[in-house]
């Protein structure tokens, strides 16, 4: 057993405290030994926190100190450990084989509420696209929040599973269709028609490169599929910059996720494909983060 972890039981305060011997790391430490003594009581945080001197099961001990030993000897995602992730507020089922979800993210899809609501009223059926949807977690919070339909491509049977299972946990099955297919190849029978008014999407957008580089919990788990964007990273950024414009009418709108310093190239690329109103937006640690672009008339 690792040191730090004693097994047997012990109050939730005791059994939170041996757990975050074993992970460190200050207060992401204490957050991921939250998380996990959380999901084996099936009690809040809030509950543990005012419960501490509540006694822990032996076996609940016992399931925990082996969530903790496999965390810290392997790096595995807490996320993919307990199956679930929050974002803007909302629960998604995780599993391996998806993006595990990153606040970051929230920047694109609170980017294209934004866009709606200025712009909205112009399009008032215009379809969402959520391309390369992962775990759905875009395309369900755009549903969500705005009504409106929402198409979710993936390449990946794990993905749109997952997508599909994650719109029916949040009651949007109904506005959010999942499609199989690469990219924007699933919504092609519908350019020119004008149904889609906004596409957004994280592409992959580390260069080749860089991902042997990143943390074990990353690389060792996550699907490189949606996190290798080629040698510079620009990849599938390349085909959704092309593929958008010819599938949005005049005014539609185009939001993506882009890494650090690939700013300057993805405007270059958006302005080369006759993209307008180039937009970055910066996340919580001020870097830019997202790129939106309108399409403009004729």
Known sequence: MTEGMTGGGGSVRQVLSRGFAV??????GFLE??????????RSREWMLAHGEEAVPAPVVDEYEKMVERRFSTG???????????????????????????????????AVQEWLERNGARFPSGVLVDAGCGSGIIA???ARATGRRVIATDSSPVAIKTAEA???????????????????EPVEGEAGAGTICAIASNP???PSGVIAMLDRDVRDF???????????GLDSIRV?????????PAGGFLAMEIGDNQALRVKGLLRESGWKEIRLIRDLAGLDRVVTAEKGSK
């Open 23 to 28: 992970l460190g790391g200050g207060d992401p």
């Open 33 to 42: 030994a939250e998380i996990l003594l959380s999901h084996v009581l099936g």
């Open 76 to 110: 595995i995602p807490i996320a993919y450990l307990v199956g679930h992730r929050e974002f803007l507020g909302l629960d998604f089922s995780v599993t391996p084989g998806v993006l595990v979800p990153r606040p970051e993210t929230e920047t694109l899809v609170e």
């Open 140 to 142: 369900v919070s755009l």
């Open 166 to 184: 994650n719109a029916s946990r949040h009651g949007v099955q109904g506005l959010v269709e999942v499609r199989a297919g690469n990219w924007l």
């Open 204 to 206: 992959p957008y580390i």
């Open 222 to 232: 996550e699907p490189h599929g949606a996190l290798d964007g080629g040698l510079d």
């Open 240 to 248: 959704l910059v092309r593929e958008a414009h010819r599938l949005v």
